[in-house]
């Protein structure tokens, strides 16, 4: 099988990930933070490790403010609702995902807050200018996504953070995408929190994400034991365990600091560099098919993440996706979970097929799936 | 090292569990639910295999009223913010771990809801009318750990059940310490909805816990991608989606599967006796050791847990846990994230010493540890 989906999670994860995993159950197999016996305190040594390397990945503000989730979704809606209050107004791009929308419009629907979307286009001053348009007197947060899940574009962060500096908005990143594949520095681009997948571009087993903030959580939507503050019958305001109730994912946090380990020590320049050849390659051979539609003219790295969504004129992209399938190949087709990225791109009546590398793709692969697609934009129908 | 933390987490796990769990990296190593193609299928059916497992372990209401969350902390926070509205009054157990008393803290300190506190004595008559007496015309939800995680108390469930029946109240369990180790029937029990970890009594690995219900929750804490109706701004309602947010923690579900499998077939009563024997043994040790207090006249089996809480005159909790440490025995001391339970016991000062076997737990483990606790509780000092 030729695996393509890696947007969703990665696959094969790097095999010193899962050893990383499996020693976890033998020298971290106790709940950290909890007792005071020796593999209880080695546990928590290692996820405080795991804290200090995505702490320096993201040029995060301390390992403190890096606490651990079941996926950026929680994350994304602890940081969401832990800064909105009532008649609170918040900002998000056109390209966000239900991760994102949905928290949002839950408060909105409650009548809690209010919100506004503005249009990311392939023109940097133009988002800018329809993100200005956006502010309001109360406008408290503005979240984006640093790349789009379904169309892969880079969102001009620095300038977003610029605005959101310049009005004292709150700025907040969705690093689903983003983490792992483009370089997110927390401090040099004025990012107060961040959220990311340990499953996708840091290559950690699915089942954790991770949260990294400035201290600007205030509220949570999760209250339990922390192991510490036993007595205090609210949730301890001290970071990271104020947002941390309940057992940790100690296995996944383990093989998510090897992961961390592999794309540092490996440079996300240099994955973005190598998958953004295949992609480019595939753009370019796909860019040649009288049917196929790519949704931007060129291929323009700076704005682009390395995955491909198209379609083949005359298909539904379920059936595009499904052919690829019967011929062992991996990717997704329909919708992204991203409706407003859909109707950014006019293709709610086809959602989108998807192609997404990992940096176990080879050139070989690519030229497998560019064959199988020039047969069916050739054809028909399949 | 003898392992003896057990309620913390057990350790270490069967075998054929970290096998289930590195299968799924290879076999269920796609993310379930979102794409088309063969390994996301493939996943996904996995999954609800789980799901299938667990709701016959506790004779729930059906596969698609089990959904998976990071921890039981995670889970009770769904079920009690996602029945607890406005207005509305609850009450608990003394025995309640912070998992529960905290985020019914939280909402009463923002004045949402009211709670009242009912004692658990040794006598369930007593218990029965204590809680009678909490009733209000406004309670909405009776809350009750299944097994008190410092001192091992059973809870009587059947009797709390039909309190609450008869007032039309909501009951929910906190199975955290009792999955696994006493059997919890959800339909024969009458209990709404039923939170457990993963990697307890299950023998799962950490990082999942599982929320089980008869569809009584209607709001939500998590919004996010379902991979199901996509288009749709808000949460989806139907379940399990609508309590699973983002990107399942497949591995930790693989992993969990089998541990329930293991219980399952050799079953919890069998598991309860074998367990209870041993603390049995080392209760009749410990109660023939005048420096050693109990918390208990008898070891009752009917309403106790096989774990033991004890202190030793003269000492704090913590330095016995350390002096065991040392001699390498794993147990916890100090508070157990349960401030409820010490002052119903007058442990507020010394915490308490818990010692808490597993399958794995052997006779000669116990003595070991006797033979340890009697230098101790001999000695003026350690």
Chains 1, 2 share one sequence.
Do not use: W
Request: proline share 3%; charged share 20%; hydrophobic share 40%.
């Amino acid at each position: 099988m030729i695996y393509l989906d890696n947007a969703a999670t990665t696959y094969p994860k790097p095999t010193e990930v899962i050893n990383a995993v499996n020693k976890s159950f033998s020298l971290y197999g106790a709940n950290p933070g909890r007792s005071g016996h020796n593999l209880s305190i080695n546990t928590a040594m290692e996820i405080y490790s795991a804290r200090e390397k995505l702490n320096a990945l993201f040029d995060g503000y301390g390992s403190e403010f890096v606490s651990f989730t079941m996926n950026c979704t929680y994350a994304l809606n602890m940081a969401i609702k832990g800064v909105l209050k009532n008649g609170d107004h918040v900002i998000m791009s056109s390209l966000e995902h239900n991760s994102v929308l949905r928290p949002i419009y839950k408060m909105k629907n409650e009548g809690l807050i209010t919100s506004s979307v503005f249009t990311v286009t392939h023109d940097v001053e133009e988002t800018i200018s329809n993100l200005k348009n956006e502010i309001q007197d109360n406008t408290k947060l503005i979240i984006v996504t640093a790349v789009s899940n379904v169309f892969g574009d880079i969102l001009p962060l620095e300038q977003i953070s610029k605005v959101a500096k310049e009005n004292n908005i709150l700025f907040f990143v969705d690093g689903a995408q983003g983490a792992g594949v483009i370089p997110l520095k927390m401090q040099k681009l004025g990012i107060n929190c961040l959220c990311v997948p340990g499953h996708k571009g840091l290559l950690g087993v699915m089942g954790v994400g991770v949260i990294l903030h400035d201290g600007c959580i205030t509220e949570t939507i999760i209250e339990g034991g922390t192991g510490s503050e036993s007595f205090y019958f609210l949730q301890p305001q001290n970071f990271p365990e104020k947002l941390e109730g309940g057992t940790l994912n100690v296995p996944a946090i383990c093989g998510l600091k090897k992961g961390v380990e592999i794309v540092s020590s490996y440079g996300v320049e240099n994955i973005f560099k190598e998958e953004t050849a295949l992609m480019k390659m595939m753009f370019n051979e796909l860019s040649n098919m009288r049917k196929v539609v790519l949704y931007r003219n060129e291929y323009n790295e700076k704005m682009k993440a390395p995955l491909i969504a198209f379609n083949i004129k005359g298909y539904h992209s379920e059936e595009v996706a499904g052919f690829l399938n019967e011929n062992s190949v991996a990717v997704r087709g329909g919708y992204h979970c991203s409706p407003l990225a859909h109707k950014t791109y006019g293709t709610e009546d086809t959602g989108a097929v998807r192609i997404s590398p990992s940096r176990f793709t080879t050139k070989k692969d690519v030229n497998y799936v560019i064959n199988l697609l020039q047969k069916i934009a050739k054809n028909k129908k399949v």
